[in-house]
T-cell receptor
Framework: QQQVKQSPQSLIVQKGGISIINCAYE??????FPWYQQFPGKGPALLIA?????SEKKEGRFTISFNKSAKQFSLHIMDSQPGDSATYFC???????????FGKGTLLTVNP | DAGITQSPRHKVTETGTPVTLRCHQT?????MYWYRQDPGHGLRLIHY???????DKGEVSDGYSVSRSKTEDFLLTLESATSSQTSVYFC????????????FGEGSWLTVV
């Protein structure tokens, strides 16, 4: 049972465009939703995170939109740059032991 | 990098041999985790620890054991390695006073031949 579903699997965007990655979850006990960015050969790095009492959070070019009633959240990357090319994972945390449940990842390629 | 060091970073081993991966942290965090990453599966939790000698299973714990005899070290052991355990293994820690922020190490690449 996949608790966090992520789409698309891969995404190609032109430089300056908007990249959008979507995630959906089932478990209503989740109460924290981080996004991680991973470059080849590196560990996942925390990019931005949101709690369900907030509908949107913005940090620089990165924005999370959160729809609690639909149990969906998304990452928007504005003015996408070639340096943003990486794999992005959405995740969710809930419960007393703070276990992360990940989506399967989106490989983003930003063409120059 | 939240003070996480994984070792070894790369290892090739033979089927049936035991393997231990080490995760070392320098900041006295209580929660530590082991994940494996495989194409098409994302990152999956193997085991986690919420204190010295306190550990529990994650979603893919079969074939793995862990130990945490001191706060700074969390060991992952493959008792008898199999080819299906060829993967990249990531250690993670939850930092104190930062909500649910979880940081990852740089990974250990394990190949079982």
């Amino acid at each position: 049972q996949q608790q966090v579903k992520q789409s698309p699997q891969s995404l190609i965007v032109q430089k300056g465009g908007i990249s959008i990655i979507n995630c959906a979850y089932e478990n209503t006990a989740f109460d924290y939703f981080p996004w991680y960015q991973q470059f080849p050969g590196k560990g996942p790095a925390l990019l931005i995170a949101i709690r369900p009492d907030v509908s949107e959070k913005k940090e620089g070019r990165f924005t999370i939109s959160f729809n609690k009633s639909a149990k969906q959240f998304s990452l928007h990357i504005m003015d996408s740059q070639p340096g943003d090319s990486a794999t992005y994972f959405c995740a969710a945390i809930g419960g007393s032991n703070y276990k992360l449940t990940f989506g399967k990842g989106t490989l983003l390629t930003v063409n120059p | 990098d939240a003070g996480i060091t994984q070792s070894p970073r790369h290892k090739v081993t033979e089927t049936g041999t035991p393997v231990t991966l080490r995760c070392h942290q320098t900041e006295n965090h209580r929660y530590m985790y082991w994940y494996r990453q495989d194409p098409g599966h994302g990152l999956r939790l193997i085991h986690y620890s919420y204190g010295v000698k306190d550990t529990d299973k994650g979603e893919v714990s079969d074939g793995y054991s862990v130990s945490r005899s001191k706060t700074e070290d969390f060991l992952l052991t493959l008792e008898s390695a199999t080819s299906s355990q060829t993967s990249v293994y990531f250690c993670a820690i939850r930092t104190r006073g930062s909500g649910n922020t979880i940081y990852f190490g740089e990974g250990s690449w394990l190949t079982v031949v």
